[in-house]
């Protein structure tokens, strides 16, 4: 069986309470009301029964029926009058007449006493009846009323009561559920996001309610997906440096097993190339002899690469003027590149830019990144290198003019092995990109506007007092 709503409760609850407040209130209303009437009407008949007693007193005395029974029949006009009796000394009727009227009915006495005339007035003070059962005593007045007219406007004041109490507790019900379903919609409205977002809709957001604790709750709740996200991010983020991680250990245990299998037969036979030539005299000029020398060296670069690449060494770190090591790089370029039709515009300040780094893995890892951009140019253009210091980081731009790299190979290309040259080893490139993670720093790529693309290099710079 399902369980009822916060709704339904808040509503049930509200309309009880209301309900039970309307009828406690009107109860006690009704019942200080009957009081009151029942108090006011009794000193009424009171009044009458005094009042016929003073005007009884001399027919008792001279025992004139007639004029009793005119004063009874006057009181009996009353509405609510049914009987009127009047007593002599020793209890005889003298008078009494009677109509029949239905309802409970209830008897009010007063004295007929002996007064003496400075006394007459005190039978009209509502609040005395003095009692002289002695010698001053000469009868007695007895009055039956009917409640009936008090008990039929209490019964239909109750009636109207309750039909007014059903009507507020319904208003106030009805305004209430309004007011409840606006409070409760946007929990509800929650909880229906909370269980889409369970099936796998993890782009849904709640929306922010218009109450102040509703907009605080959707608030929290987009805070927690957000975070979600975030967690799963770096979740797949470290999955998948963990995977590289394992793959480049795999492979880098199968670059050192292949790179020492072929590094001594390739000794060998650069060792025996050599002796060929001493022996038969072969100039370096010979075709297949320069074929055969280009070939090896290309091999042992490989491997050279291959053994860098899989069994990093360990930096070894020292505050170093990056500017001018830069420079040095810079030269060292343009004496191998002598004769290229690729020309180098550098702009690297002359000011000192110093930094915590190992320069010989900082020149090779420099070094990889312009070997990639002269040969991203062919033969032709323009290989740019902008040097700058500022925020506590020394920046290193190197552009190139080439054909730019692929959108679906830009995320790939400081992947190992990942090439788009039929000559390249595609190690180059990741090289630099663990060189500069090794100095705390970061490399980035992306294709300029007008063609080629741009290598930026970061690293965070040190202060030396």
Known sequence: MKKPGIHFRILLATFLLISATTFTLGAMGVNITRKFMQSRFEERISFLARYLALNAELGILIDDRVMLKTLAGNLLSEEDVAQVTILD?????IADISKDISGPLNIVEAPVLLKESHDESLAFELDTAPEAPGKGLIGKVLITYSTRGIDNLLSAMKIHFIWLSAALAGLAGLIFYFISRSLVAP??????????????????RARPGS??????LALAFNAMLDSLDRGREELARAREKMARQNSLAEMGKFSMMIAHEVKNPLGIIKSSLDILKKDFKLPDSTT????????????????????????????SFRHVDVNALLKEIMMGFEIQKVGSPVEIHSHIPSEPCHARVDPDLITRAIGNILKNAFEANGDKGVVSITVSCQNDKWFVDIQDQGEGIDSENIHKIFEPF?????????????YASQVIRLHNGTISVKNREEGGALFRVEIPISIIN
Do not use: C, Q, W
């Not at 929990?187 to 849904?204: I, Q």
């Not at 109450?211 to 605080?216: A, F, G, S, V």
């Open 89 to 93: 000394s020793n209890g005889k009727k």
């Open 187 to 204: 929990v509800t409205e929650l909880a229906e996001e909370a269980r889409l977002v369970a099936k796998g809709d993890l782009e849904l």
């Open 211 to 216: 109450l102040p604790e509703t907009r605080k």
């Open 288 to 315: 297949m002899i320069r074929y055969m020398e280009d070939e090896i060296r290309r091999l042992n670069s490989l491997i050279e690469d291959f053994l860098s690449f899989a069994h990093p060494v360990r930096p």
């Open 418 to 430: 990942f090439t788009t040259r039929s000559k390249g080893t595609g190690l180059g490139l990741a």
